[in-house]
């Protein structure tokens, strides 16, 4: 797999360097600039491909979320910033995660690792009898639960936990849904948000902006809209 190139944008100079500290620890990140606002890290993004974009959020000029909105092909965002009352709107622009100042390393790690996923390239993998499998052991109330994926309408994420809505009734799990993403078949089942996954075969109609299955409408964020022309 390819390093992820990124960028911080990030007014600070000590929380720039901190964050530029903690990309060179990580062996599949490549920091390719430090702008110290988003007009001219826009200028750059004009210029060169960019993987990841690791973002202040009061900047000068121009604020954060104000640039992100400018962005028509925004790559993956990490919000960085000492104030926890954007991360609703955040999340709303489908930004991959949100860490609050001061941040150790072990919790940019964790938000790097959601980047990492959606970035593996190479032939696809052989069958085998693991890919056959119909259901998976979902832990609930600290047993197994068997759910057969023919059953799973759509999944939620709930912070640290996902929802999990079948045909029969839900269930709710301490994961993430980058980690059930990882367990289910590609080709069953499609993101459609940061905090929706859905079965395709459930989906009764679909927009641009939403998604009808099992007649509950779910919206699709900006960033996954083009993969649903692939249904």
Partial sequence: MSNLRCI????????????????????????????KDALLASDYLHHHDVD?????IHLPRLKG??????LTHPPAVIITTAYHQYAV????????????????F???????????????????PSHTSEDKKDYLFLSVQKKKVKVLFS???YIESQREYIKIVTTKKEYVS?????????????????RIHRSFIVS???????????????????????GYRDSMTNL
């Fill in 106 to 124: 072990e919790r940019f790690l964790v938000a790097v690792n959601k980047v990492k996923p959606a970035q593996k390239e190479g032939p696809p």
């Fill in 89 to 104: 709107e955040g999340f709303d622009l489908n930004v991959t995660d949100y860490l609050l100042k001061p941040f150790e």
């Fill in 200 to 222: 395709i075969h459930k989906i009764d109609s679909y927009t641009a902006e939403e998604v009808e299955v099992n007649g509950v409408f779910l919206p699709i964020g900006r």
């Fill in 52 to 56: 990841l974009i690791f973002l202040d």
């Fill in 65 to 70: 979320m104000a640039f992100l909105k400018t």
């Fill in 8 to 35: 911080i944008i990030e007014d600070e100079p000590l929380a720039a360097k901190i964050l530029a500290d903690y990309i060179g620890q990580v062996p599949f990140l490549e920091l390719q600039g430090s702008f």
């Fill in 151 to 153: 059953e799973i309408v």
């Fill in 174 to 190: 301490k994961m993430s849904t980058h980690e059930i993403e990882d367990v289910l078949p590609s080709h069953l089942f499609k």
